[in-house]
């Protein structure tokens, strides 16, 4: 019972959070999901555990992971949330069900006369605090991902290799992040001709298109592009829909490559990009994408060095 009852609510409020049709009230992707239930999940398991076993802080503090890690799995199996949502939102949920433990645990072992009404008023927080959060709204924000790697070649070879990347193989893919991730690893990028105005087209496994506007360029020296990411030209498979590039919540805006010249025959290649976040949690949401993009964008700078050093 101490499991079975956190481990429901967490479903039932995995499943109405999740009604599209209540977005206006409720969400997913925001604070009162993220972190007002895990702690609602922590404050039940220690609710209905007997009050012998919660004397043990490590109790109040670890037994709240246990429905944590049930509903992952069942989310997972059934295909109500993705392997990288689960990866992000982790890091929150832990914690934040140990801090429903132990708040619930003071409750208790305080022998607390009115410990079901508070935990009743604890428990009901994601449902009340929601609408709140959904009325007051996103907060768009802009963020930058800045990356750089020093190449021994010529300007001339480099420089071909940062505007058309040919086919790269999976194992020279090093994005190890978003590989872990299962997100879509980079496979080639044409582009029809150097210069402002030109169409650059940089193609992701599992259908994932980025469509790159040429808006600024000098030659062997700087190209700033916008790009462009459809979400509804990816497959449904490819990425769950909350973190899904050119989405709701996350997009690419632009990037720029740099190339400086460090000494005879020693240039450092800089990478620039922006992105937005439109979520309740930008704090944190912002923190994975720019780690995120800075995977991306070192596993291109290190096949880009890898090719023009041969």
Known sequence: MGLSIPLAFGLLMRYL???????SFLSVMSISFLFLVPFAIGVLTILFSPLATIRKITYRIF???LPIIGLLTLTLAFSMEGFACWIMALPLFLP???????TMGYFRLKKHRNEKTYASLLVLLPLLISPVEQLIGSIPGRYEAYTYIDIRSNRNHIWENVTRVKPIKPEQDKGWLTSSLGF????RAELNYNGVGAYRKAVFSKGLVFHEEVKSYLDQRSMHFSIKANPYDIPSTTMDKHVVIGGDYFDVLDGTYVLQQLSPGT???????????????????????GWIMKDIQNNILQIIKERAER
Do not use: Q, V
Request: a positive charge.
């Open 267 to 289: 240039y450092r290649l800089h990478l620039y990009s922006h992105f937005k976040m439109t979520t309740t949690f930008n704090f944190y949401a912002s923190w994975w994408a």
């Open 17 to 23: 959070f999740g009604i599209d049709s209540w977005n």
């Open 96 to 102: 934040m069900a140990s801090l429903g433990g132990l």
């Open 63 to 65: 037994m709240p992971w």
């Open 184 to 187: 879509p690893r980079p496979i």
